[in-house]
């Protein structure tokens, strides 16, 4: 598990100081409550990962982008935990040889994992919690003609 004072850090965005947490390269990762509001970047990864979402609480908020220079090959899930807290929303799938692009919707009704394959430059994934649901909206870059899933735990 991930220190979240060696993995944080303060910048300057759009001349506003917000939070940033640099993921690590791992195959599970918690994300902690004290960094909702915060950007998280993820790394071009060695292996897929899956990402955990803290316990379902009103006004979470968290922001995740691809920060590798070039296609990774590894695949994100992130999961909410519970089918009970499920993502509402979905994401526009844009694929890089501009054959696709595709809106990927969660069923509304049970969809805990949300599913980003082979992520690129530009993927930027918003949440933020309602106490129960996970209101998810975004965009996702990738090579794929499949970037985006949603699935029951």
């Known amino acids: 598990m991930r220190s979240d004072t060696a993995n944080s850090a303060s910048g300057k965005f759009g001349g506003k100081k917000e939070g940033v947490v640099f993921l690590p ?3 599970t990762i918690a994300i902690s409550a ?3 509001g915060k950007i998280h970047v993820c790394p071009d990864l060695t ?3 899956v990402i955990s979402l803290p316990t379902a609480e009103i006004g979470l908020s968290y922001e995740f982008w691809y920060g590798g220079t070039a296609a990774d090959v590894q695949d994100w899930s ?5 089918n009970s807290n499920f993502y509402v929303g ?3 799938h844009h694929d890089t040889d501009g054959e696709l692009v595709n809106v990927v919707d969660s069923d509304n009704d049970s969809n805990s994992l949300l599913g980003v394959i082979t992520p690129i430059a530009g ?3 918003h949440m933020v919690c309602d106490g129960v649901q996970w209101y998810v909206n975004g965009n996702v870059i990738s090579a794929t003609n499949t970037a985006v899933t949603f699935g029951d735990a």
Do not use: F, P, Q
């Open 25 to 27: 390269d791992s195959a």
């Open 123 to 125: 993927t930027k994934v």
């Open 78 to 82: 992130i999961s909410t935990g519970s």
């Open 34 to 36: 004290n960094d909702s």
């Open 47 to 49: 292996a897929d990962t």
């Open 90 to 92: 979905g994401l526009v």
